[in-house]
């Protein structure tokens, strides 16, 4: 796609010079260096000649100052030293009026997740009378995401996708080229909600200097999140009539900045600030006796019925319908990869993991979400997952599912679930039939262990 960038040749030190005693430091010194300039040139030259990378940033930059405009923030993801880039970008936007937030992947699926803000129930009608690929992104005032990994698909970022609203944009930075070929896309670009920001660099850091250390890509990151934070704080501010720069002073009052910027500008109060009265000064969720007065009453519960009228919950069968059928993806070989599995998953949420390799063998959730172990091998062949794990199926055939009753009754089937038990290969599928007698009539599966904690 591009032209390999001009490279410097080395100039070594004076070894004569008495004030050099370790040659060798400077040399590698002078090396990294000269090689994450080159790194640099690459991503400049791809940014100056290639239309679909010119195209995509234009397209970050603007969904996120229309995020912030409209009330909302970019939301900053990434592990390792990705992550640390990450809170570097985001604190760069926030410095330049760019509302931001740093989010951990991992925190996220433990609760921090309701740091990305919703859709309104309106923007939720309108999803579902057009469809997102039908709606303008401008008219949705939730936030936006960056997710950062050079690889393209870091464990941490792939488990994080399905819960993503599927009307929140998602901008990643990564390595990759083309978007349909990064994995941490592949559940919002087909809806028009991914954006890729190619950061590839001009040769692997191991062949730079030995050592897979992210250092060249953790460069290019950088210095490309810090465009995208000059640009879009241009974007933004420019409808106010403020510079960046002004922007800039009025958020850094104190250190050498705040010093040599004092008395230039008074930070004057946002002129989007509430000025109602709450019940309690000291908490800013606190509401005024009016709103809760206003607010609808409380809907009245009901009890469940009595254990031994209990049956199945509707909610815990995932049909049979709604779960793919894994196939090899466009860029590997005719062999099904772990990798495919995994994408197969986070393309059909509504599978809540559930994944067919054959139409009579499935994968059971907790073996997909298995494959999202940092140091994973995601390209191994399912082929060879056999001989590297024997004692771990990846599949449970159909010959080994428990077939029960839509009207069975829950304590009835955990009984029969404690005696399999007891059995040296016990169950782990329940299949949920119409009829008994008609396998065939399976409307939906369960995760044996889920029907515990029911």
């Known amino acids: 796609m591009s032209e390999a960038p001009e490279t410097w040749p080395l100039t070594p030190p004076d070894s004569s010079d008495p004030q050099i005693k370790d040659v060798s430091s400077v040399i590698t010194a002078i090396h990294v260096i000269a090689t994450e300039r080159a790194a640099l040139a690459h991503l ?3 940014y100056q000649t290639d239309a679909r990378a010119q195209a995509d940033l234009t397209r970050a930059v603007d969904r996120i100052a229309a995020s912030v405009r409209d009330g909302g923030k970019l939301v900053v993801c990434g592990v390792g030293k990705s992550g640390k880039v990450g809170r570097k970008i985001e604190a760069t936007m926030n ?34 009378s057009f469809g997102p690929r039908r709606v303008s992104t401008n008219c ?3 936030d936006t995401m960056l997710l950062i990994s050079f690889s393209g698909r870091s464990p941490e970022l792939l488990a994080l996708l ?12 990564t390595s990759h080229i083309h978007p349909e070929s990064c994995p941490l896309l ?38 490309l999140g810090d465009a995208l ?57 606190s509401l005024m006796w009016e709103d809760i007065n206003n607010a609808p009453p409380i809907p009245p519960f009901s009890l469940q019925s009595p254990p031994t009228q209990r049956l199945i919950p509707e909610s815990m069968i995932v049909p049979l319908q709604a779960i793919p059928t894994v196939s090899p993806s466009a860029t590997s070989s005719s062999e099904v990869r772990l990798l495919d599995i995994l994408l197969a998953a986070i393309q059909n949420p509504n599978a809540k993991s559930w994944v067919f390799l054959s139409p009579s063998e499935i994968i059971l959730p907790q073996r997909v979400r298995s494959l999202l172990s940092p140091g ?53 599928v329940i299949g949920v039939v119409k009829d008994l007698a008609n396998p065939d009539s399976c409307i939906g599966v369960i995760d044996a262990e889920e029907l515990w904690g029911e």
């Open 44 to 46: 400049e030259h791809i």
């Open 95 to 128: 410095s330049l009026g760019v509302y931001s937030a740093f989010l951990h992947p991992t925190e996220a699926l433990h609760g921090d997740l309701g740091l990305v803000r919703p859709v309104s129930s309106v923007q939720r009608a309108f999803v579902r």
């Open 140 to 142: 949705f005032q939730n």
């Open 162 to 173: 399905p819960h993503l609203p599927q009307t929140v944009s998602v901008i990643a930075l």
């Open 186 to 223: 592949a559940l919002h670009a087909p809806l028009g909600m991914g954006i890729l920001l190619p950061a590839p660099i001009h040769e692997d850091e191991e062949n730079s200097f030995g050592v897979s250390a992210p250092t060249s890509s953790t460069t290019v990151a950088l210095s």
């Open 229 to 285: 934070a000059i640009a879009t704080a241009r974007k933004l501010h420019t409808a106010t009539g403020k510079s960046p720069a002004e922007v800039f002073r009025g958020f850094h009052p104190g250190g050498a900045i705040g010093a040599a910027t004092a008395g230039n500008m008074l930070p004057t109060p946002s002129s989007g600030m509430s000025t109602r009265t709450y019940d309690s000064p000291a908490s800013s969720v």
């Open 376 to 428: 994973g091998d995601m390209d191994m062949r399912v082929s060879d997952v056999a001989a590297h794990n024997p004692s771990t199926p990846l599949t449970v055939p159909r010959s080994n599912w428990l077939l029960v009753s839509d009207t069975t009754p829950l304590p009835e089937v955990r009984y029969v679930l404690s005696e399999l038990r007891k059995e040296t290969n016990p169950v782990t």
